[in-house]
């Protein structure tokens, strides 16, 4: 079995390359990191270069073009379903995503297609986030759910596990989201393609250094994207 990691990333000088060594601590035989920098000024993609001749399983992406998370994500993807792998773990870059999950995303995914690792489930939790930003996770999980039709109850969540098969079914060459909005159109694809969704628990944190790429004029466009795909022939 090889697992493929993707991190797609966007300045994150700080921590980036104790986020790579924690994920291959991880007891996992044949585990790969690929990240996907996109454009970073801050060096982060130097860095990882220079750790790929400490780590012979590690690849590095470096996108040209418009930039965007989804953009990012999109070349993630299609890399990992050129590669030989039979799972890719999407996660931040940012140690909000914490690795010590990716095991039990990995075991459950002898019962699903797609894992998502969930605050909102038994277990799982939100933590060190300031009220205001809480509650916006939690509007946006239920606009997300009421106009796409998702049963997930995490549905912003990034943290996540794909079967090369349920990877395939989603046909990442087809995603047309440039920014976070990727992560609601990868769920309403999934849908559709009637893949097996679990929820796994974890917990959320806010990341300790560097700054959130997160603002308004990009939620405001996340969420103009969400109610695109639910009015218009956006996927036909």
Not at 112 to 125: E, H, K, N, P, Q
Request: hydrophobic share 45%; aromatic share 8%.
């Amino acid at each position: 079995m090889k697992v493929l990691v993707m991190l797609p990333t966007l300045n994150e000088k700080e921590n980036i390359a104790a986020l790579i060594i924690k994920i291959f601590e991880l007891p996992i035989a044949n585990l790969e990191i690929v990240v996907v920098d996109d454009q970073s000024p801050d060096g982060t993609a130097r860095i990882v270069e220079d750790l790929t001749r400490t780590f012979a399983r590690l690849h590095l992406i470096r996108r040209s073009g418009p930039g965007g998370r989804g953009l990012a994500g999109r070349e993630g993807y299609i890399y990992g379903l050129k590669s030989e792998m039979d799972f890719l773990v999407e996660m931040d870059g940012d140690f909000s995503h914490d690795p010590k999950h990716i095991p039990s995303m990995l075991d459950a995914m002898s019962r699903c297609d797609l894992a998502i690792g969930s605050r909102f489930v038994a277990g799982g939790a939100d933590l060190d986030r300031p009220f205001f930003r809480h509650w916006l996770t939690i509007a946006a999980n239920a606009y997300a759910r009421s106009l796409l039709g998702l049963e997930v109850r995490d549905t912003n969540s990034g943290f996540r596990c794909f079967s090369r098969e349920a990877l395939a079914r989603i046909a990442p060459e087809s995603l047309r989201s440039r920014g976070p909005s990727i992560v609601h159109e990868v769920l309403f694809k999934a849908r559709r393609a009637r893949l097996r969704i679990a929820e796994i628990p974890i917990e959320f944190v806010d990341r300790k250094k560097g700054s959130s790429k997160l603002n308004l004029a990009r939620l405001a466009a996340g969420y103009l994207w969400i109610l695109k795909m639910r009015l218009g022939p956006v996927h036909k």
